[in-house]
């Protein structure tokens, strides 16, 4: 299996977690994440992809010690904290809609989006989706942790940032 290494964790979730020694001890990691809804956590993107460092069993064991939806969005903050990806490259090509993650509505998006920000893509997302990046609570909490920023004014934007009509939120 995957070779993991154990590391100090918040302690309101778990003292220690299980993490995967190459993405850890890695020069450069890239978070490749494809564009997608999410039920918990509204979408799935940067910062949610991040979740994947985790071993097998352990996402399963985080979602339910996790409760609500605002704690396993506290739960992912903490997980991506462990190794911040260098660079996020969004596969965007073929995104998917409504009830994520197991939803099926598949949507023809044609873009690719990357950053070396993870707060500011998933605020990219988001607006794609319609969404204001404020109502997403791990983008809240990610802002209020100094792990990026989400307002217009802050993100540079080179191309289009074309809102998908209709998009369909979970």
């Known amino acids: ?10 302690p309101e979730f778990m003292t220690k977690i299980s993490v995967s020694r190459a993405a850890i001890e890695a020069d450069l990691v890239i978070s490749v994440p494809k564009f997608k809804t999410h039920g918990l956590t509204i979408i799935t993107g940067a910062i949610k992809n991040s979740y994947g460092l985790l071993p097998g069993a352990q996402k399963a064991n985080l979602h339910c010690l996790s ?3 605002y704690r396993f969005s506290q739960a992912l903050i903490e997980v991506f904290k462990l190794r911040v990806p260098d660079l996020f490259i969004v596969d965007a090509i073929l995104g998917m809609e409504g009830n994520g993650p197991a939803s099926t509505n598949l949507r023809q998006i044609d873009r690719i989006i990357a950053s070396d920000n993870a ?3 998933d605020a990219v997302m988001a607006r794609m989706m319609g969404l204001a990046p ?6 809240q909490l990610a802002r209020q942790q100094g792990l990026g920023r989400f307002e217009d004014s802050e993100i540079t934007i080179i191309g289009e940032l074309k809102p998908i009509p209709d ?3 979970p």
Request: without cysteine; aromatic residues 12%; glycine residues 8%.
């Open 134 to 139: 404020e109502s997403v609570p791990f983008l």
């Open 1 to 10: 299996g995957l070779e993991a290494v154990e590391m100090d964790f918040h």
């Open 119 to 121: 707060v500011a893509l």
């Open 167 to 169: 998009f369909k939120l």
């Open 67 to 69: 409760g609500t939806p």
